[in-house]
């Protein structure tokens, strides 16, 4: 059934710069700011000199792998007490969602808890560059953050266009030093973001082309990538895999795969990636007697073979993921079998993205799942 006649609205960084040494252009483009902030984790501070900034230059290297609100607060301490002109976040999906965050509201008179939801930020006066370091969340191009409730152990999510970057740059050579195993579970991320927005309920023609670019690029190039770091091609080719992801959500979302994820995340401390690619196999064959077409576009961009059946099909979709390198049982993640049901019942309770799977889930088909996935 087409979907062309409903209404969406996408938003894109303003300009984006994508190929090898895409990093250099950011001190040129980032002409008349005297008084950056760069916004980086520990690994990335390492490609800070490459963006060729200039003036006075505050790089921030401490946001965690999952910010809680307080690692976001000190972040947004340290850039209010500096007055940035421009913003740059430069890494992985973490990083540029507190980047996010902090343009928008160092300089506001909001808080973290007065823009939770959609549409709730008022404005931006600071410019936002988006340097991505990794290939999976596709944060630089979308409108959304997210930054963990260390109370709740829950997700805060905002949703806004004053969010969206000014300039968004995917350099493959700043992923080369990405493990294999990190390169697979983002780049399984990539793919999910593309998939659960592809098999959604409110799937639309416009964003179907994007996600179907996107599983395509994963299918050609995460091997690749896993296999040798340094190529560039595979390198950018997921980069762009990771953009179109990205796009995806913001007209479209993720469903139930990623809302089985958050609390592998929060609760395990797992990488969001790694989370994402565990449930993936799961919730794709779930979802298959409801989205049989769709689904088998995936499993033939992604070169699952004999997979016309849901044990066939998550078991295909499990040895994709487990060839690249990625541990698939959350029993080796440390997790506690006596734990699955309160996960179960936090994932079912993310209704702005269990409401949007394809195949209804009760709390017993969640726990089905994680104890599937154990």
Known sequence: MSTMDRLITIHQPKRLEIGVG??????DLAVGAT???VIASGPTRQYVDRLGLSGDVLVIDDVPPEPDIPAFEAVLEATRAHEPDLVVGLGGGSVLDIAKLVAALWNADQALRDVAGPNKVSGRTTRLFQVATTAGTGSEAGIRALVTDPDTKSKVAVESPHLIADLAVLDPELTYSVPPAVTAATGVDAMAHC???FTNIKAHDLIDGYARMGFSLVGKYLRRAVEDGTDSEARAGMMLASYYGGICLGPVNTAAGHALAYPLGTRLSLPHGLANAIIFPHVLAYNLPVAPEKTAEVADALGLKNAGSQDALKAAAFEFCRSLGIEMKLKAHGADVD????????????????????RDLAVSDVLAIYQDAY
Not at 22 to 27: D, F, L, N, P, Y
Not at 339 to 358: F, S, T, V, Y
């Open 339 to 358: 734990a699955l049901a309160g996960w179960a019942d936090e994932a079912h309770a993310i209704r702005r993205l269990m409401d949007n799977n394809p």
């Open 35 to 37: 008084r950056p902030v």
């Open 22 to 27: 895409a990093a250099a252009r950011v001190g």
């Open 195 to 197: 998939v659960e927005a």
